[in-house]
């Protein structure tokens, strides 16, 4: 599975931004997918995912009621709606995949990745 992920940028504390994750290759009949992120200097964490079939969305507690994910079906999308961002989302945001239907917060579980791209909140 090829992972692209896009949207990132800079943008002002309060603001909104959306990420798009792109899937591509080899799939699967259900999979998770998820989104995570790594700021300067820490391990990356958890943001949010789902099973790809539908189903609960699992968020991380520094982003839920903040944060969006959610899919397209007819284009193979997955995106991650960020609403009320602060400087302490500034990280580089990945998406990824498992081809299993089980959600985990471990990146280590995680077995496909996208590039990664850059979100940065300036206060």
């Known amino acids: 599975v090829q992972l692209q992920a896009s949207g990132g940028g800079l943008v002002q504390a309060g603001n909104s931004l959306r990420l798009s994750c792109a899937a591509s290759?080899?799939?699967?009949?259900?999979?998770?997918m998820g989104w995570f992120r790594q700021a300067p200097g820490k391990d990356r964490e958890f943001v949010a995912a789902f099973r790809r079939s539908g189903g609960t969305t699992y968020y991380a507690d520094s982003v839920k009621g903040r944060f969006t994910m959610f899919r397209d079906n007819a284009d193979e999308m997955v995106y991650l709606q960020m609403n009320s961002l602060q400087s302490e989302d500034t990280a580089v945001y990945y998406c990824?995949?498992?081809?299993?239907?089980?959600?985990?917060?471990?990146?280590?579980?995680?077995?496909?990745w996208g590039q990664g791209t850059l979100v940065t909140v300036s206060s």
């Open positions: 990824a995949a498992r081809d299993t239907i089980r959600v985990t917060r471990t990146p280590g579980t995680w077995a496909y």
């Open positions: 290759g080899r799939t699967f009949n259900d999979y998770a």
